[in-house]
Structures are given as C-alpha cells and as structure tokens.
C-alpha cells in the first residue's frame, strides 16, 4: 500500500517514514511539513492512505480530510495526534477518517492499523474511543458560535451586534453555555470548551 505522511515535526516526519518502510507492503511515497502540501501530495501521487497530523501549518490535518471528503477522493484518512480531544475526534469522524491514533503508540500498532484501513476498516487507539463516543458535545450551533467570539475577547454588546441578536439574547446564550458546561464562569466555560475542542 502506498502512504504519505504529513507532520510538521520534521525528526518524527522522518522517523515514521523510515520505520514503516522497514513494512514489507508498505511504502511512504511522499512527505509532508504543513497541510496544504500534504493535499498537493495527495491529489498528485494518488495514495491508499494518508496519515495527518491535526496541528500543522498552513491547513490542519482535519482540513485536509475535509477537503478530500469534498472532493470524493478514494484517499482514505488515518488522524495521528497528540490530542485526546473530543471535537477533534467528531469532527474527524464527520470528515470521514478511517483511523485516529495517538502519537504514542508502538510502529507495530500503526502498521496494523493502516492495513485495517486499507482492507475497509477502521483503527481508532483503544484508550480514546470510549471516552469519545461518550463525550459528545453539549452545545448547539448558535452557542458555540456565541462562545467562540467571547473566547477572541467580545463583549456581549459587540457579539449581539455581529449576530443580530438583542443583548438579552445572548446574555441568555451565555447562561445556558456556562450551566451546560457546568463552568464556574465565562472563562472557565471558554477553558472547558477549548479543552475538549468544541469551538470549532
């Protein structure tokens, strides 16, 4: 199976390539440091899999997926990240990901995982699916867009203004996110929100 990485630390870009390699039926064709060369990669070369990191350059590795996921294209996503979060997990799984797998985990595991997807499977590390699935995000749409622009240091006045909504509107929004989250005030809900990597 032919494989491209991307992962804007160059050592570990590097140290993957060369272990998967060693792989008799798997073969690292490309190597990307940020996301929108991983993309280039991809729609070039026409790999099986691709492995992408979350946190790059340019596009994130969830970007990536999402634009593949647009496109249609036959590329099949495995995540390789250091963040348990949450959203990041959901919002993989909208984007189509085959496999999401922490950083961590011994180069057998990841062999494995990639020739489970590569045979229509799917590879998620044992010690975040349970969690996840668990953990589902409380908030609606409107609120988390309400949170995200308090997060970037809006007032309520200013927030109200950009969504057309009356200030006792979003005074309400603002209520609801802090009691859903069960968050001591604004801050903390922002914190939680973030931590779980619900703001989008």
């Known amino acids: 199976m032919k494989v491209i990485i991307a992962e804007d630390q ?14 008799d039926d798997i073969e690292v064709i490309g190597q990307a440091e940020n996301g929108s060369k991983a993309l280039d990669l991809i729609l070039q070369l026409s790999p099986d ?26 590329c099949r996503v495995i995540i390789l990240t ?13 984007a189509g990901a085959y496999g999401y797998l922490l950083k961590d985990a011994p180069v057998s595991e990841l062999g494995e995982a990639l020739r489970r997807v590569n045979s229509g499977g799917r590879a998620i590390s044992p010690e975040l699916s349970m969690t996840f699935w668990q953990t589902a995000n409380p908030l609606t749409d409107r609120e988390q867009e309400v949170l995200s622009r308090l997060s970037t240091g809006l007032s309520v006045k200013e927030i109200a203004s950009e969504l057309f909504l009356s200030y006792g509107t979003v005074r309400n929004y603002v209520s609801e996110i802090i009691q859903k989250l069960e968050a001591k005030n604004r801050i903390d809900a922002i914190s939680i929100a973030e931590k779980m990597g619900w703001l989008g």
Request: charged share 25%; glycine share 6%; with cysteine.
């Open 10 to 23: 160059s050592m570990l870009r590097g140290a993957l390539s060369a272990l998967l390699d060693l792989e």
């Open 49 to 74: 899999l691709c492995l992408l990191d979350i946190e790059m350059p340019e596009m994130t590795g969830l970007d990536v997926a999402e634009k593949l996921q647009e496109l249609k294209h036959p």
């Open 82 to 94: 250091t963040f348990s979060r949450a959203g990041y997990f959901q919002r993989a799984m909208r």
